[in-house]
């Protein structure tokens, strides 16, 4: 259960820093502008329904997050289900390492690699071939590189 709390807790979280970042009085116009969206269109469509995927897209990208920020997913899963594997193995590595790393400094981190290294260059190749601008691509991978930083603090320190 609270594991679920988490992923719910930084799914919210990319619809707070959206709220923000894509305000008319941060990048909000410009990205209208740069993607050829009206407020006409945005407020033609059903906006529940709109945010409601939003938030289900980011749980499935927070589900991701926690195997990218947490060390200790990577060794158990390193070890799990091995036949023959002694599981003194990642009762060890546990004793020793525990929950190092287990801050929110270190999953930004983690994040904001996930997003530049990751979610940048999905956006950035998708708005190549679509023919949207740099100031396009800045906005919308900028968004995730920020909400992939939030998200990995919220899941590395709480997780």
Known sequence: ???ILILLLSAFSSLLVGFVWYNPKVFGT????ESGVSEEKIKGGNIA???LMAFIYAFFISFVMQFLVIH???ANSATFGIKGIDPSVLKNYMDAYGTTYRTFKHGALHGFMTGL???L???GVGALFERR???YTLIAGGYWVITCML?????CQWM
């Open 133 to 135: 601008s740099w100031k």
């Open 151 to 155: 998200m990995g603090g919220i899941i």
């Open 121 to 123: 260059p999905v956006i």
């Open 30 to 33: 410009i990205w209208m502008k």
């Open 49 to 51: 329904l709109t945010m």
């Open 1 to 3: 259960m609270h594991t």
């Open 117 to 119: 290294f990751f979610a």
């Open 72 to 74: 200790q997913m990577g």
